[in-house]
């Protein structure tokens, strides 16, 4: 049973295509995240939620827009797809522990842009 | 500008023996320390944190130290087994529920 779980896990698509990834937590968390990890294998944080409202958004372009229809889910949007969008991108949510630090991970989604 | 930096790609050790994967970071107002664990084609899975107001947590085969004044913290497993071998990512964070930052990660291999 999938604590996060994130679909699809691969996509390939072309240049100009807009794409959705969409992401569930079972876990009652009230954070939701995304992260990318680009070819330089660095994983960097791109959006925040919390309960629905937008908490942290790194500098990332205007073409990714997450919407989160309520606390359990937070989906992915990307229009006009570029090469560089080419990466693995990670859900992730936290709030299960006392301290509300430890962040769970979804087991990623490989965007390849031709 | 890297906040967290693990400074080897890689480790290799022999099974049974203690491995050492050590990150550094820069930011004096990361509080809490994680240590996620990822095998190829999933996502990272979290395996120990520590907390700024501790030098020293351990489970089990894991322990995290600390090292506030040198910002440093290292992974120690012993004993190593085979089933270890995978990309270990040291990630800092300000506060609860506020952005992870990553190292680059250290692939480790464990040989039989």
């Known amino acids: 049973d999938t604590a996060v779980s994130q679909t699809p896990k691969y996509l390939v698509t072309q240049m100009g295509n807009d794409k959705s990834i969409k992401c569930e937590q079972n876990l009652g968390h009230d954070t939701m995240y995304w992260y990318k990890q680009d070819s330089k294998k660095f994983l960097k944080i791109m959006f925040s939620y919390n309960n629905k409202e937008l908490i942290i958004n790194e500098t990332v372009p205007n073409r990714f827009s997450p919407k989160s229809p309520d606390k359990a889910h937070l989906n992915l949007h990307i229009n006009s797809l570029e090469l560089g969008d080419s990466a693995v991108y990670f859900c992730?949510?936290?709030?299960?522990?006392?301290?509300?630090?430890?962040?769970?991970f979804g087991e990623g989604s490989w965007l390849t842009v031709v | 500008d890297q906040q967290v930096k693990q400074n080897s790609p890689s480790l290799s050790v022999q099974e049974g023996r203690i491995s050492i994967l050590n990150c550094d970071y820069t930011?004096?107002?990361?509080?809490?320390f994680l240590w996620y664990k990822k095998y190829p084609a999933e996502g990272p899975t979290f395996l120990i944190s520590?907390?700024?107001?501790?030098d020293k947590n351990e489970d089990g085969r894991f322990t995290v130290f600390l090292n506030k004044s040198a910002k440093h913290l290292s992974l120690h497993i012993v004993p190593s087994q085979p089933g270890d071998s995978a990309v270990y990512f040291c990630?800092?964070?300000?506060?609860?529920?506020?952005?992870?930052?990553f190292g680059k990660g250290i692939t480790l291999s464990v040989r039989p």
């Open positions: 992730a949510s936290s709030g299960g522990d006392p301290a509300g630090n430890t962040i769970y």
């Open positions: 930011n004096s107002m990361f509080d809490y």
């Open positions: 520590i907390s700024s107001i501790k």
């Open positions: 990630a800092a964070q300000p506060g609860a529920n506020s952005k992870l930052t």
